[in-house]
């Protein structure tokens, strides 16, 4: 009789709540439906994607602002 082995898993996540448009969360369902993805891992995606691509940029008066 083969055994059911379950190994840890490979990266760790964890649980968090934030607040976003509806419209945002629209998108999200559409991409979804669209890529067999679940909302949830084009989230991952995208949060991974803007940590990558991030730059933050200073004014002359040493005021933060986006590109």
Do not use: C, W, Y
Request: proline share 1%; charged share 35%; hydrophobic share 35%.
């Amino acid at each position: 009789m083969s055994k059911f082995i379950i190994t840890p898993r490979d990266n760790e996540s964890v649980q968090i709540s934030i607040r976003i448009e509806k419209r945002i969360q629209e998108g999200f369902d559409d991409l979804a439906k669209q890529s067999g993805r679940t909302r949830n891992e084009l989230i991952n995606l995208a949060l991974d994607f803007a940590l990558k691509n991030a730059e933050v940029m200073f004014d002359k008066n040493e005021n933060l602002h986006t590109k």
